[in-house]
């Protein structure tokens, strides 16, 4: 694609910044979002109506790529809460509890169709509320959030055959509180599996994203789902810890920061209520000397570039052998140069919008401290929009393992680069972390893999891949990356008595 590289500005390390002269550019190819019907206010979803909050109050959404204003959302209180967990708990007795399997099962697979319908219509409202390109949310997002209604509608009558010898029973009211990185998909991930198994279900978008689960909620009333067996309300961090807090509450699932994690945790000690915590990450991402150089330099490119960084299994932290380090380096350079930055909706970006202004806050505090700490950086040459909030691919490199940057969980377009010249030393340094959550292997040699992906204490290893999800594939992590696991059978069991 280049047909002339040029020198600008010396990294101080001895390698030239590079700057791609393509002399063309792609021309805009924004998807259109005319069509996008997105209500200027949204109430919260109890009983199977939208009902306004009794705190009275509602809080704007807006778009980070623009900064516009989407709509407002209603802020639930503690009243809110407690009125969306006895709707779900009436809803448990009165009516999912006594359904037979092969009937809820015809409700969820009735929400895959619905989601299938009307997924440009999602992935449209995903990228415009949340800031990821629209490649992603068309191609990743809401294709994964449809599969796991299918998967686990497909659970719902044989909960039997998932626990073989046991009486599997429903556990009663799930609370579910998301992030805002995948905020459909994290929807999907919570309450396909709750339904399946015969729970009832409370949900908690995260603040900044609140739209595509206000629109899942009229897709499930349209749906016909009986009223109080879904509840969507939104919220801040209060919101959710009221419905941590609650005392009918008897499940909670959660997914986001570590810190709110152990919040959590400390919570629900000694009540009699379930937890699973899917927390913060920092992966290793493994390039050995035999590896397909190209191939590797695009999985790192997908696992922390492609999505903004957003991340919680990015794959933050890279590896590379000795041997081919200067060569992955200028491939890795090479390759940034060519990402796209900007509009989220065009279907040429390659990186969108930073979800919200603090965490861009966040991630130039993590760009300024590496530089304190002493790590070079490079950062592509690429133009950013001046409006919205926006951040240009960062590699760091002359990292050491102490420092901050390789850490500390940065989400955000940012990669650490370290070298290694064996496997054990790789092995250590990879799992030289509080998280361990997903890790990378790049290699020609199966038995490498196998060596590596017993040895690293990471819930999920793609060998040769990155970021791949599949609803079957339990997902989930070690150590202060949480514990249980979402998808696949053993996300079932997660929301099973037996
Ligand atoms: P992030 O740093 O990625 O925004 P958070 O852990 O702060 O992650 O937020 C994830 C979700 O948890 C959001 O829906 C947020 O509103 C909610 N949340 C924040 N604080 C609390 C809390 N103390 N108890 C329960 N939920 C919370």
Request: charged share 25%.
């Amino acid at each position: 694609m280049a047909s002339s590289v040029k020198k600008k500005n010396g990294t101080g390390n001895g390698q030239p910044k590079l700057k791609f002269n393509t002399g063309w550019e792609y021309a805009p190819a924004p998807e259109s979002s005319s069509h996008i019907k997105i209500n200027s206010r949204y109430d919260l979803f109890i009983g199977g109506k939208f009902v306004k909050p009794s705190s009275g109050k509602y809080f704007d959404t807006i778009n980070p790529a623009t900064e516009a204003k989407l709509s407002e959302v209603a802020e639930s209180n503690t009243a809110d809460v407690d009125k969306a967990v006895k709707a779900a708990r009436q809803a448990y007795d009165k009516y999912w509890k006594k359904m037979p399997a092969r009937e809820r099962g015809k409700y969820i697979f009735r929400i895959s169709r619905m989601i299938q319908e009307r997924a440009r219509e999602l992935a449209i409202i995903e990228t415009m509320n949340g800031g990821k390109a629209i490649r992603e949310s068309r191609d990743i997002d809401v294709p994964l959030a449809a599969n796991h209604f299918f998967y686990y509608a497909g659970w719902a009558d044989k909960l039997q055959f998932a626990l073989p010898n046991k009486t599997p029973k429903p556990l009663g009211v799930a609370a579910q509180i998301i992030p805002w990185n995948f905020p459909l998909l994290m929807a999907a991930w919570k309450i396909a599996p709750a339904l399946a198994a015969g729970n009832t279900v409370v949900l908690k978008p995260a603040e900044t994203t609140p739209l595509t689960a206000l629109k899942l909620a009229e897709i499930i009333q349209e749906s016909g789902l009986p009223e109080g067996v879904v509840n969507i309300i939104t919220g801040f961090g209060n919101t959710g810890a009221d419905l941590v807090y609650h005392n009918d509450v008897d499940k909670i699932a959660f997914t986001g920061s570590t810190e709110v994690g152990k919040i959590i945790q400390k919570a629900v000690a000694g009540t009699r209520k379930k937890l699973t915590l899917e927390l913060g990450g920092k992966a290793a991402n493994i390039i050995f000397d035999d590896a397909p150089l190209d191939q590797a330099v695009e999985g790192i490119v997908n696992g922390i570039f492609f999505n903004q960084g957003h991340v919680c299994c990015a794959g933050s932290r890279l590896f590379v052998q000795e041997s081919v380090y200067n060569k992955v380096l200028r491939k890795l350079k090479d390759r940034i140069e060519t990402l796209i930055v900007g509009d989220p909706l065009d279907k040429n970006t390659d990186v969108g919008a930073i979800n919200s202004k603090a965490q861009l806050e966040i991630i130039n505090r993590y760009i300024a401290l590496g530089k304190e700490e002493g790590a070079e950086i490079y950062q592509s040459g690429c133009s950013v929009p001046k409006k919205g909030f926006f951040c240009r691919p960062t590699l760091f490199t002359n990292v050491s393992q102490s420092h901050r940057i390789a850490q500390e969980e940065i989400f955000g377009p940012v990669l650490t680069i370290q070298t290694f010249r064996t496997d054990e030393e790789v092995i250590e340094k990879a799992n030289n972390s509080p998280y361990g959550l997903s890790a990378g292997v790049w290699t020609d040699k199966g038995s490498k893999i196998f060596n590596l992906t017993t040895k690293l204490k990471a819930g999920v290893i793609w060998a040769n891949t990155y970021n791949k999800f599949d609803p079957t594939s339990p997902f989930g992590g070690y150590k202060e990356s949480g514990f249980g696991r979402e998808g696949g059978l053993h996300g079932l069991t997660s929301y099973l008595a037996s």
